[in-house]
Every structure is written in C-alpha cells, then in structure tokens.
C-alpha cells in the first residue's frame, strides 16, 4: 500500500495534503512518511529472524531521523565510510550492529570502527586486511571480518550501479579468494567470519542472487575443507523496487528463495543489505512549476528543483513518475520535458510526459527516498532542499533548508 495517494483530488503523504506541506516548508523538498520506511523494514525484519540480520545501507538515505527510525525498530546498518558511522552513533543506532562496507577504508576509518565496536568489516582486498590488522593489533583488538567476494554475476541492471562483474572494482576475484582467505587466517588481530557479496542495485529478478548465493556457498564449502569455517554469508543489498512498470519479486520471496538455498548450511546466518528497498517508495520530492515554455514539437515545464536536488535521472537516465499534485485530466496533447534550473542540458527529472501543469502548480516526484537527497550538490550555488516527515497527520522538518551563507561559510577571501 502506498503511503502517497490522492484524497479529494490533492495528493497527500499519509494524512497531510502535500499543498499544506508546500505551504508550511516551501519547495524544493523531500518528503518521508515514517509509516512507509517502518513498513519496508517490518518486511524485512519479520523473514529474517536471528541469527539473520538485515542491514539497512545507509548510503540510500543517510537522513538522521530515518536512521533514528529503523534504529528504534532494531535494525542492523550497512556503512561506508566513518561519516556514516557517525551518524548511526548519533541516530541511536547499534554499534555491534554496524558492517562496514567499501573499497577505500583510510586508516582513520577503521581505527574509529574498531573503537566504536563495530559487528564486522567487509574486506575487499588484501591490502586493506593487511591494515585492518596492523591497526587492531597496534590496539590489541579483535576485528571481525569478512571478505567481499565478487562472484562475477551479471545483475541484468544498468552498467553503472552492477557491482558484481569482474570487470568492477568491487570485492576479491573470486579466482583469488581461496588465497586471500588463507591470508586473513593467519594474520593477528582478526578473526575470520564471514562471506559477502552485493551484485548491483535495482534488481527486479531474483536469479541473479541466487546465482551469486550457489558460487558463494560453494566457496564457503571449500574453505571449511581446510578448516576455515564462516558463521555467516551476507549477500548484499540490491533489491528493485517499482518506479515505473517494474515487478521486483516480493520481499518475502526474495527472502525465502535465499534462505532455501541455507538448508544444508545450518550454521551460517543469512545478512541482507537494503537501501533502496526500504526508503525509496517510502518518499516523494516536492517541486513547483516556475514557467511553462512551449515550442513546436514539445514544451518545457521548468521546475525549481534540478540536478543538484536530484541527480538520478541526469546520471543514469533513471525514470520517477512524476504527478501534478492536483489530480489532473486530461493529459496533455504535447508532450513536455519537466526540467531544472541548473545551467546543464542534462539538467531534467522527467523527458516526454504527457503530465498536465501551469506556472505556480506543485509535482511530485515519485520513489525520490532513495539515492534522492543523499546525492544532492550545491552545484550552481543552489542550496539543498529541506526534509520532512510525515507521521500520520504531524510533519516533522528533519533538515532545515540550507541557507545562503552555509555554502561559503568555510570559504576564505585571500588577505
Ligand atoms: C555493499 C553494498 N551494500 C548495499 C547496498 C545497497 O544497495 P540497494 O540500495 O540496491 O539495496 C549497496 C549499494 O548498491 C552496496 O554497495
Ligand atoms: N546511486 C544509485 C545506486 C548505487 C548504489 C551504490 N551501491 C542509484 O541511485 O540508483
């Protein structure tokens, strides 16, 4: 069920019209309904007793308030740099429930994780299991790891979000993991506990995964014939979700297929790492018609909000539907491009819509929770968008809009 639906003719976020939240908070925003997130994570949660775990990716949606949420819901967190550590920290999340992921931990990095307590780094190279163990030894530390492991799976996404190729920079080779195993065996300062991978992002098929899930048993299979035994497997996030026609599998089948791939390892966990799939339709960014400029062939509907505030469809020609947020008919006879202000030709949420507006009308734009805010910029001086979120008929402001003077305020005149 969706938390974004329109009543009397105005699209509302769970019970507040988003006309009221233009009003009250100005637009460009991104809107949360806490109902939504809690409902993608319950989904989650409810296949995956312990001693699985799911991780939300924190890189999809790093807002404060949405890791506060999923924290008081328990949830484990995938990381990826110590910033996001922090924030966990500073949400309320758990600690021991913190995997850190990425290709390019600094020594800083994991000297706070091992502080802080982490449940597990996810090793992507013998380089850096090398330092991870330099530096929990030098504290006389234990760090748990485990070593992402790149299956060589094709993810049947778009090119740039497919992680699990060889030709990617991700993970160990899987030809080179029996050896790197071994390594991290014999260094001091770790112990050795698990296997990773994550394919890709925005998957809609669930072969893929289960692919990757028979490589990376029978890996954990070989390496327990020479004593080396893992207590858990992590296979990453990637779930699709619905921005257009789309039919990802359902959570609970996603699921249930991983774990029937566990029968005859009773001694691993199964760890998942969602991002998308618990923010991304749980949000909507809010923007307002500032001109329409009609030509022949197609209009233009320019819009305030741009790339800056949302990059995903200028970098990955990624389709949201967009929605006038007064119900509209009929669509229009031209179609039009819904575009930024943001001085690229790049610059546009939307190409060849059909979607009805005027100078001064409000859009939606749809499954902007994911990946939305998290990779907005200033790029043009422009200042990023405030957060909201909803919780049945309450708004919540859980990021101010940025002002002005916050963008040059660590910038210096010369003498
Ligand atoms: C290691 C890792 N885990 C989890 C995720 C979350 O992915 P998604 O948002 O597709 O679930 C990503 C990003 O793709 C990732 O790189
Ligand atoms: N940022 C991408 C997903 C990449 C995930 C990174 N591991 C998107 O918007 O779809």
């Given at each position: 069920m969706s938390e974004f639906v329109y009543r009397n003719g105005v699209l509302h976020a769970e019970q507040t019209p988003m006309t009221t939240i233009a009003e009250n908070f100005g637009t460009p925003c991104y809107v949360y309904s806490r109902a939504a997130i809690e409902q993608n994570w319950r989904a989650f949660e409810e296949q995956l007793p312990a001693p699985h775990q799911a991780c939300y990716a924190v890189k999809a949606n790093s807002n404060l308030a949405v890791l506060q949420v999923l924290a008081l819901m328990g949830a484990g967190f995938d990381v990826v740099s110590g910033g996001e550590i922090a924030r966990v920290l500073q949400a309320g999340g758990d600690a021991g429930k913190i995997v850190f992921s990425g290709v390019g931990k600094s020594r800083s990095e994991i000297e706070y994780a091992l502080d802080a307590g982490i449940a597990q780094f996810n090793v992507e190279s013998s380089a850096e299991l090398e330092r991870i163990s330099e530096i929990a030894s030098a504290r006389q530390l234990v760090a748990r790891v485990s070593l992402r492991v790149n299956?060589?799976?094709?993810?049947?996404?778009h090119p740039y979000i497919a992680t699990g190729l060889e030709a990617n920079k991700f993970g160990i080779p899987m030809g080179e993991a029996m050896q790197t195993y071994r390594l991290a065996a014999g260094l001091p300062g770790l112990q050795v506990i698990g296997a990773d991978c994550h394919i890709g992002s925005q998957l809609t098929e669930i072969e893929p995964f289960l692919d990757a899930m028979d490589r990376m048993l029978q890996l954990i299979d070989k390496l327990a014939a020479e004593?080396?035994?893992?207590?858990h497997l992590d296979m990453g996030g990637g779930l699709g979700v619905a921005y257009a026609d789309e039919k990802p599998p359902a959570v609970a089948d996603y699921i249930q297929a991983l774990l029937g791939k566990l029968v005859d390892h009773p001694q691993l966990a199964l760890y998942l790492e969602p991002g998308r799939a618990i923010v991304a339709n749980a949000g909507v960014m809010l923007t307002r018609v500032e001109y329409i400029k009609e030509s022949e062939k197609k209009d233009f509907v320019i819009v305030d909000a741009g790339m800056n505030d949302m990059l995903r469809p200028s970098l990955y020609q990624a389709f949201h539907e967009i929605l006038n947020v007064r119900e509209q008919s009929p669509s229009r006879s031209k179609p039009a491009d819904i575009v930024?202000?943001?001085?690229?030709?790049?610059?546009?949420?939307?190409?060849n819509r059909t979607i009805t507006a005027s100078a001064g009308d409000l859009l939606a734009v749809k499954?902007?929770?994911?990946y939305g805010f998290a990779m907005s910029s200033n790029y043009n001086t422009r200042v990023r968008p405030a957060e909201l979120m909803v919780d049945g008929d309450q708004v919540h402001i859980i990021r101010q809009r940025e002002q002005l003077e916050q963008l040059w305020q660590s910038e210096h005149l010369l003498p």
């Open positions: 299956p060589d799976v094709d993810a049947k996404t004593g080396i035994q893992l207590t930024g202000p943001v001085c690229e030709t790049g610059d546009f949420l939307g190409h499954s902007a929770g994911a």
